[in-house]
Structures are given as structure tokens and as C-alpha cells.
Nanobody, 126 residues
Framework: EVQLQASGGGLVQAGGSLRLSCAAS????????IAWFRQAPGKEREGVSS????????VYGDSVKGRFTISRDNAKDTVYLQMNSLKPEDTAVYYC???????????????????WGQGTQVTVSS
């Protein structure tokens, strides 16, 4: 079983950048596909990005393509989400999640992930 700790959130002006980190412990990190999700007040949880355990292939939600970049450092058991050109609509609590077995069509579905971190708040002011 893997435990996840998300960090790096904060308050930033529109157009700014933040880097979120998801640190893992407790299991073989490299065996897990890791994803970022976000949830704004009154909205459903939204898949932001995912990075595969093998090969490191990535997917992005349409709303963040070209602005966000996900990466992983297996030596540090950490996944990063670099967020550039932030917009007020990016404001949400961001969660990282892990799954050991997942199919390609489900990479951004929150029901596909069994392990979740505690969330970190990102607030983008206009």
C-alpha cells in the first residue's frame, strides 16, 4: 500500500506559476500510476493529469493542456505538477492519487484510483 502527501499549493496571481509535489511512501512507487485531480467548491472532482508507472507516458485534461506538465522522479518517490499561466478557474483543492493497475481509458477517472493524498489548496486571483 502507498501513502501520498501533496504539497506546494498557495495563492498566486493570474498568469503565475506553481509547482505541486506528491511524495509517496510505503510501497514501490515506480509500480504506481499517479494522477492529479482537483475539486472546486460545488463542482465534481476533475482529472487534471496522469503519469504512467511504466514508461512515464502522460495524459492531460483539456482545460490544462499546454499549461500544466506532470513529471515523476522515481529516485525521490515524487510526482510533480508544474502549473503555468494559471487562471482563476484553476482555483481548487488539488489531490494526488495512485493506482497499481489501470487501463488507458480510465487514467483521468477518479474511481480508478484507490490511494489518495490529503489535498493542497491552489487559489488564483484575478
Amino acid at each position: 500500500e502507498v501513502q501520498l502527501q501533496a504539497s506546494g499549493g498557495g495563492l498566486v496571481q493570474a498568469g503565475g506559476s506553481l509547482r505541486l509535489s506528491c511524495a509517496a511512501s510505503g510501497s514501490r512507487f515506480r509500480d504506481y500510476t499517479i494522477a492529479w485531480f482537483r475539486q472546486a467548491p460545488g463542482k465534481e472532482r476533475e482529472g487534471v493529469s496522469s503519469i504512467r508507472s511504466r514508461g512515464g507516458s502522460t495524459v492531460y485534461g483539456d482545460s490544462v493542456k499546454g499549461r500544466f506538465t506532470i513529471s515523476r522522479d522515481n529516485a525521490k518517490d515524487t510526482v510533480y505538477l508544474q502549473m503555468n499561466s494559471l487562471k482563476p478557474e484553476d482555483t481548487a483543492v488539488y489531490y494526488c492519487a495512485a493506482s497499481k493497475t489501470i487501463i488507458a481509458s480510465s487514467l483521468l477517472r477518479y474511481s480508478s484510483y484507490a490511494y489518495w493524498g490529503q489535498g493542497t489548496q491552489v487559489t488564483v486571483s484575478s
